[in-house]
């Protein structure tokens, strides 16, 4: 871990970027790991704090034609538990797996992994670190519990039931339920309620 980080510094700088014609002039297999620099991820709306730099350790081979690239990449990140809303931490871990073609100049194939936002200056540059991170995006869960048990909010009081049971709560009423009790329980309300029909 300590020594990938004295790497990682040099790559962030230069932004890890490889130069796909310096893989098709340079044959072979060459080895990489490196961290991305992220202090969060959006990914559709909702916002993960970055706890760890996900970590990438890669391999990449190159014939002169195709570059092949397997490796993983990992992070922790941090959100909202999406029962008892407290800060839940995860683990993203996912594995790599392309290949590209790099022959000829402005070829069919490069036009197409162009589209994929990974490759800068018209085409003859991969970029990494955002190739890692859109790996990322993908693996990352929309729904995450702080733990598999949770058991979220007091529906009547909003009690977060995993530090403390409340008086209003009997754990088998479900939630539904529960509102309707609530709504029997309070009759001026459901009165209330009969009379704004009234009303209309
Ligand atoms: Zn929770
Ligand atoms: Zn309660």
């Not at 290949?99 to 197409?112: P, R, T």
């Not at 589209?115 to 003859?124: I, N, T």
Request: hydrophobic share 35%.
């Amino acid at each position: 871990m300590t020594v990938f980080r004295g790497l990682c510094i040099i790559y962030e700088v230069i932004g890890m970027l490889l130069s796909l014609s310096e893989l098709r002039d340079r044959k072979g297999e060459r080895s990489l790991a490196f961290s991305v620099s992220l202090e969060s991820l959006e990914v559709l709306g909702n916002d993960y704090e970055v706890k760890e730099y996900p970590l990438a350790t890669l391999s990449l081979s190159s014939d002169g034609r195709s570059l092949s690239l397997r490796g993983k990449v990992s992070g922790v990140f941090s959100t909202e538990c999406a029962r008892c809303l407290s800060v839940a931490d995860f683990t993203v871990s996912t594995e790599l797996s392309d290949e590209w073609l790099i022959s000829g100049e402005g070829s069919e194939e490069l036009e197409d992994i162009s589209e994929s936002g990974f490759l800068l200056d018209d085409g003859d540059t991969l970029d990494l670190a955002e190739y890692v991170k859109q790996a990322l995006v993908e693996e990352i869960p929309l729904r995450v519990l702080c733990q598999s048990n949770c058991r979220g909010l007091c529906p009547n009081c909003g009690v977060n039931l995993n530090e403390r049971d409340c008086v209003c709560a009997e754990p088998d009423v479900d939630p539904r339920l529960a509102v309707l009790g609530r709504l029997l329980h309070n009759k001026g309300g459901v009165e209330n309620g009969g009379s704004e029909k009234k009303n209309i």
